[in-house]
C-alpha cells in the first residue's frame, strides 16, 4: 500500500533543535549480530555521490558502555554515545541482543526524545523489541523476523505485529523483518527521502533488487514459538496441524477451545503473531508446497488434501503467497531438483540474454524456451527467475515505479 501525500505531510513533522534530516544515527548494543549492524552503516556511512546517491552524515552510537561485542567475539567501539542522537533526523536499532532482556533505560529515553523531536525511528529485525520497549509502536502496524513475531506480539499485545511483511513503513517509525529485509527497508528510506532514481543507483552498487515484491510469507514454516507449549491452545493447533487434509474453519477451532469467536481471535493473535484464519491458510498452503514437491497428485488432488474446499481456492491462496501457480510452482521445483546446474544454466541464460532496454515477456519465453524450460517454469521458479534482473533489466532502470508487496502507510 502507497503513503499518500496527506499521511506522508503529516508524519513529516518539524525537526526540532539541532537535528538535520540528513544525519542518521546508528545505535549499537553489545551481543548485536554484526549483518544487521552493517546494513545500515553501509547504506547510509558511505560516500556514493559519484553513482547518484545523495549523501548521508553518518552517527555511529553505542547504545551501553563499550567495548560492544558482536558476532563472532568481535569487539566495536562506537565513536559516539547516546548524546549525539540529538543531532539526528533518523534513528536506525539495528537489532537486539536478546528478545527476553529489556533494552538500557537510557537508550529507551534518547529514543523517545528523538521521536518526539520529529526524528524518524526505524527498527530493523530484533530492532524492533527496542521500539516496542520504548513504547514507540503502541497502537502501530509492525513487522520483525517472522521467527519472532509471536513473542513480540505477546509481549506487546499493543502493537499491530503482521509477521509476513518485509517491512512497514508507518510515517515517522519503521520496521522490517529480518537480516536482508533490512537492506530493503534502508533503500526504501533513500527512495523516500530521494526518489526512485536515487534508490535506484544505491541498490545497483550493492547488487540488490531495488524493491523486492512479496512477503515473509514464503519462509514461514509450521514452527510454533516455544511460549504456546503450555498454553490451552496448544492442543487446538496441534490438532489443526493433524487435520489440515479436513475442511474446517476457525469456528472449528473455536469450538474445540471452548471460546467464542472473538476471544479465539483475541487469545491465538497474542500467540502467535497472526489473525487465526491467515495462519490456517499460510498452513493449508505450505502443506500444499510440500505435497506438490513430494508427490505426483494432480493440483485437484492436493487442494483436497490441504483442506481447501476447491481447487479455485488453492490457485488463488498459492499465487498470493508464492507469486506462481500451484503447477508453475511444481514445474520450477522438479526442473531443478534433478539437475543442481538446471537453475543456474538457465538463471544465467535469462540474465545474460536481457537486452540493455529490459525483457520483454515474449523475448522472456524465447530465452527460457532456448534453455529448454517452459515460460512458465522460468516465471515461476522459487527464487524468481523471471523476477530477478539482469544487468540491465527494468528492476534496476532508474525512474521506474517501485514493486508492490511492501507495507507503508496508509
Same mark, same amino acid.
Given at each position: 500500500m502507497s503513503q499518500d501525500s496527506a499521511t506522508a505531510t503529516e508524519a513529516a513533522r518539524k525537526l526540532t533543535g539541532r537535528r538535520r534530516r540528513e544525519v542518521v544515527a546508528?545505535?549499537?548494543?553489545?551481543?548485536?549480530?554484526?549483518?544487521?549492524?552493517?546494513?545500515?552503516?553501509? $547504506?547510509?556511512?558511505?560516500?556514493?555521490?559519484?553513482?547518484?546517491?545523495?549523501?548521508?552524515?553518518?552517527?555511529?552510537?553505542?547504545?551501553?558502555?563499550?567495548?560492544?561485542?558482536?558476532?563472532?567475539?568481535?569487539?566495536?567501539?562506537?565513536?559516539?554515545?547516546?548524546?549525539?542522537?540529538?543531532?539526528?533526523?533518523?534513528?536506525?536499532?539495528?537489532?537486539?541482543?536478546?528478545?527476553?532482556?529489556?533494552?538500557?533505560?537510557?537508550?529507551?529515553?534518547?529514543?523517545?526524545?528523538?521521536?518526539?523531536?520529529?526524528?524518524?525511528?526505524?527498527?530493523?529485525?530484533?530492532?524492533?523489541?527496542?521500539?516496542?520497549?520504548?513504547?514507540?509502536?503502541?497502537?502501530?502496524?509492525?513487522?520483525?523476523?517472522?521467527?519472532?513475531?509471536?513473542?513480540?506480539?505477546?509481549?506487546?499485545?499493543?502493537?499491530?505485529?503482521?509477521?509476513?511483511?518485509?517491512?512497514?513503513?508507518?510515517?515517522?517509525?519503521?520496521?522490517?523483518?529480518?537480516?536482508?529485509?533490512?537492506?530493503?527497508?534502508?533503500?526504501?528510506?533513500?527512495?523516500?527521502?530521494?526518489?526512485?532514481?536515487?534508490?535506484?543507483?544505491?541498490?545497483?552498487?550493492? $547488487?540488490?533488487?531495488?524493491?523486492?515484491?512479496?512477503?515473509?510469507?514464503?519462509?514461514?514454516?509450521?514452527?510454533?514459538?516455544?511460549?504456546i507449549g503450555s498454553d490451552p491452545l496448544a492442543e487446538v493447533v496441534a490438532w489443526a496441524l493433524e487435520h489440515l487434509h479436513e475442511q474446517f474453519d476457525v469456528e472449528t477451532l473455536a469450538a474445540r477451545a471452548y471460546m467464542s469467536r472473538r476471544t479465539f481471535d483475541r487469545r491465538f493473535r497474542s500467540l502467535t503473531g497472526s489473525a487465526p484464519l491467515q495462519w490456517l491458510i499460510t498452513q493449508r498452503v505450505l502443506q500444499a508446497q510440500r505435497l506438490l514437491e513430494t508427490s505426483d497428485y494432480s493440483v485437484d488432488e492436493v487442494a483436497g488434501r490441504c483442506g481447501f474446499r476447491s481447487p479455485v481456492a488453492l490457485r488463488g491462496h498459492f499465487r498470493r503467497q508464492l507469486g506462481s501457480s500451484p503447477a508453475a510452482y511444481r514445474a520450477a521445483y522438479r526442473a531443478r531438483r534433478p539437475q543442481g546446474g538446471v537453475l543456474e544454466s538457465v538463471t544465467t541464460a535469462l540474465e545474460t540474454s536481457v537486452p540493455p532496454q529490459g525483457t520483454a515477456p515474449g523475448r522472456r519465453s524465447a530465452v527460457a524456451s532456448s534453455a529448454g524450460l517452459s515460460p512458465a517454469v522460468a516465471a515461476a521458479a522459487p527464487g524468481g527467475l523471471a523476477d530477478r534482473p539482469g544487468p540491465g533489466s527494468e528492476a534496476y532502470a532508474p525512474g521506474r515505479p517501485a514493486l508492490p508487496g511492501q507495507r507503508s502507510a496508509p
Open positions: 546508528v545505535l549499537l548494543f553489545s551481543g548485536g549480530p554484526i549483518f544487521e549492524s552493517s546494513i545500515p552503516l553501509s $547504506v547510509f556511512g558511505i560516500d556514493r555521490q559519484d553513482a547518484g546517491v545523495p549523501r548521508y552524515r553518518l552517527l555511529v552510537c553505542g547504545g551501553e558502555e563499550g567495548p560492544l561485542r558482536t558476532t563472532g567475539g568481535l569487539e566495536l567501539s562506537a565513536p559516539y554515545g547516546l548524546e549525539a542522537i540529538s543531532r539526528a533526523g533518523t534513528v536506525v536499532v539495528p537489532a537486539w541482543r536478546s528478545i527476553t532482556s529489556p533494552p538500557p533505560a537510557e537508550a529507551l529515553d534518547a529514543l523517545r526524545r528523538a521521536h518526539e523531536e520529529g526524528a524518524r525511528i526505524v527498527g530493523l529485525c530484533t530492532g524492533a523489541f527496542v521500539l516496542a520497549a520504548a513504547g514507540l509502536l503502541d497502537g502501530r502496524p509492525a513487522t520483525t523476523h517472522w521467527m519472532y513475531a509471536p513473542t513480540l506480539a505477546k509481549r506487546y499485545p499493543s502493537v499491530h505485529v503482521d509477521p509476513r511483511e518485509l517491512f512497514v513503513d508507518d510515517g515517522d517509525v519503521l520496521t522490517s523483518a529480518g537480516t536482508a529485509a533490512g537492506i530493503d527497508l534502508c533503500l526504501h528510506i533513500v527512495r523516500t527521502d530521494h526518489g526512485t532514481e536515487a534508490a535506484g543507483a544505491l541498490a545497483r552498487r550493492l $547488487v540488490v533488487p531495488p524493491r523486492r515484491s512479496g512477503g515473509q510469507e514464503r519462509y514461514l514454516d509450521r514452527s510454533l514459538p516455544e511460549e
